[in-house]
């Protein structure tokens, strides 16, 4: 058990972070080393186990990362883009493997995570299930068969407490469309990034984001032409799928070189 590798779980009390508790404690490929929550979080001080509503499991949630992340080979992160950048410089102090999965960055937030990619490992994918990863692959070969008649419109849906839209995951599936295409996705379409649908132009990659209930999160990919249609489509029914992608990218990132990974490095895809 001691051998282990040991992993910090950051935003403990979230829906992501309390799933990704449960998968580490019941994994017997890793241990829980500690688990933070931001200063004067109701949880702090308190046993995670306690706090989650079931049996002690001997870790007391912290808001202090850098003592946590000192004793851990890697660091899962679910929280939000400023919590994600001050812990990225914390793991990479600790030599921790930093396991992303913060969605909502801008892209001058993902660059500031350069110096830290210099010293330890980086794992970020806006989705860590094998399933979307496996979408994006599929979406760059279909957008690469098919030429520009066919338009390509990513609609997503998530539950009503999502704050970013649209999704980290219509982003990813917008960019492996745009390389599909050959193109930048920056150029080819903000349709729907601000919430606003503008007319269509030729070669345009468009967004439409819902948000109700409690849906977990759901994907299509939709290429439409005159007289046919394509749409590649993926369903999320359980956040377990991704705290298992999560710990998986904590466990294959223990031998690798510093660096900036994405999922499809650690899936091989
Ligand atoms: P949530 O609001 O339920 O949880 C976020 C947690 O982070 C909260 O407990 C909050 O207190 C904590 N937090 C915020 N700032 C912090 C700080 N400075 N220090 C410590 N803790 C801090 O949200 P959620 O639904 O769990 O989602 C979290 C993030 O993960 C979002 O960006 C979401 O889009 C993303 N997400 C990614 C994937 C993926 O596969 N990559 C899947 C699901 C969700």
Known sequence: MEDLPGIV??????????????????????????????????WIGQDVGVAMGGAPLGVTVTDKPLEAFANAQAVIDFTAPEATLEFSKLAAQARAVHVIGTT????????????????????????????????????????????????????E???????????????????????????????????????????????????TAIRGGDIVGEHDVLFAAAGERITLRHVATDRAIFARGALKAALWGQDKMPGHYSMLDVLGL
């Open 157 to 207: 849906a998530h539950h009503h407490h999502k704050v970013d839209a649209p999704s980290g995951t219509a982003l990813m599936l917008g960019e492996a469309a745009a390389a599909g295409r050959g193109v930048d996705l920056a150029d080819v379409s903000d349709r729907g990034r601000d919430g606003i649908t503008g007319a269509r132009k030729k070669g345009d990659i468009g967004f």
């Open 104 to 155: 909502g960055m801008t892209d001058a937030q993902i660059k500031q995570l350069e110096p830290a990619s210099y010293h330890a490992v980086i794992v970020r994918a806006g989705n860590m299930s094998l399933g979307v990863n496996l979408l994006t692959v599929l979406t760059q070969k279909v957008a690469a068969a098919l030429d520009e008649d066919f338009d390509i419109e990513i609609i």
């Open 9 to 42: 779980i950051t935003g403990a009390s979230g829906r992501m972070g309390q799933m990704l508790i449960k998968t580490v404690v019941e994994s017997d490929k890793a241990k829980l080393a500690g688990a933070v929550e931001r200063t004067g979080h109701a």
